[in-house]
């Protein structure tokens, strides 16, 4: 394969690579396309396991067009580890070598802008502005959904010896789980109550455990609040109603130090402040289509705070520390597992919930 730029493979590369395709909303295609040449600062890893993140769902109805993608077609995908085979310019001493099994995340900022030079990176001034370096992968610029991608070593993370593809590819919304309690800032016995039992629920509550909460109160549904129940969390069905009130009665009246909302529903919006107590820290990662009224004038007497979250800056080497060290858990929420040619099973399955469907991967090529 020859390249504008010097790049260095470690193997022959075939031209072609199998990938799914988003052609138009609600249509995904697996074809056969070029693989991608890394640019400056980009390596081209080998996707040996890619999980299906809620967002792609959103992305696929066309929900987010046309920031994400600016165009169609695209490739999605932004869960995953691999394998590097190429180097491209500018990739040397920072160490990361041939052949590394590596774990990707989507962010990648411009690096010189004052929010990534702060390291909010994920707030790039320069975002989507793609001639200054700025990528983010999967959303704006090509992901995971195929045998190859590029990607620009500032967003990937060097795995450790002997760790697992799957675990691996946890690593992104592992991340964004651990960035949602840090926002809130758990501290060591803290009553945590997690809004969701999907994906990003599930991490905010392994991270929150990690981070020393007492209590974790998961709110959710169903057999994926069940599988949450199996490892430990204090769970309430939102399904028998009456969530806020439920929790009050679970706390003796005095809510949660700390509220994660992880499912972008209206009600868990509302919610969010509702389940919090007096100087409740209150970290919010969903958007719902209609944005409820609050009880602002607890936020305001009871001085609570709210973040906003997005992403994971920062995480992923201290959730790859995490879970190698078995502190932060991935295997008991892997539900599914498919050839990535067959995702639209696996999309289907995750949509439709089928057996608490919580980690749904995919392996390219298989
Ligand atoms: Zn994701
Ligand atoms: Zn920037």
């Known amino acids: 394969m020859s390249s504008r730029f010097d790049v260095r493979y470690g193997e022959e ?3 072609k690579m199998e990938a799914v395709v988003m052609t138009a909303p609600e249509i995904l295609e697996i074809q056969s396309v070029p693989v991608p040449e890394p640019d400056i600062g980009e390596v081209l890893v080998k996707v040996e396991c890619t999980t299906i993140c809620g967002t792609d769902i959103e992305i696929i109805k066309g929900g987010h067009l046309p920031n994400w993608p600016p165009q169609l077609p695209a490739i999605l995908g932004h ?7 190429a180097m491209g310019p500018m990739t040397e001493g920072f160490g990361l070598e041939m052949g590394d099994a590596v774990a990707g995340t989507s962010h990648a900022g411009c690096g010189a802008c004052r929010m990534c030079l ?3 990176y994920n707030l790039c001034y320069n975002y ?5 370096g700025h990528r983010q992968y999967g959303h704006i610029t090509q992901g995971s959904y195929a045998e190859y991608v590029t990607n620009n070593i500032r ?7 002997g760790m697992s593809f799957e675990h691996g590819s946890a690593v992104d919304p592992a991340g964004c789980g651990l960035w949602t309690a840090k926002r809130a800032g758990v501290n060591p016995g803290d009553t945590v109550v997690i809004l969701g039992s999907g994906p990003i629920g599930v991490f905010a509550y392994e991270s929150a455990k990690a981070m020393g909460a007492g209590r974790v ?9 069940e599988i949450l129940e199996e490892q430990g969390a204090e769970v309430v069905s939102y399904r028998d109603g009456g969530v806020p009130e439920r929790i009050d009665e679970m706390t003796d009246g005095r809510k949660a130090n700390v509220v994660l909302e992880t499912a972008g529903t209206t009600d868990s919006f509302r919610w969010s402040v509702d389940c919090g107590g007096k100087g409740a820290r209150v970290a919010i990662t969903g958007i719902p289509e209609n944005i409820p009224d609050m009880a602002w004038k607890r936020v305001v007497l009871e001085e609570m705070d709210i973040f906003g979250v997005r992403a994971n800056p920062n995480c992923g080497d201290e959730v790859l520390a995490l879970i190698h060290s078995g502190r932060l858990k991935v295997d008991p929420y892997i539900t599914h597992r498919f050839p990535l040619r067959e995702y639209q099973e696996a ?20």
């Open 118 to 120: 702060i390291g909010r």
């Open 217 to 225: 109160i998961v709110v959710g549904g169903g057999r994926r609040l």
């Open 128 to 132: 989507g502005n793609t001639v200054t």
């Open 13 to 15: 590369i075939a031209d």
């Open 347 to 366: 999309h289907d399955a995750f949509v439709a919930r089928k057996d608490g469907a919580l980690l749904v991967n995919l392996t390219p090529g298989a």
């Open 79 to 85: 869960e995953w580890a691999g394998r590097i085979v």
């Open 155 to 161: 967003a990937l993370h060097k795995m450790p010896e």
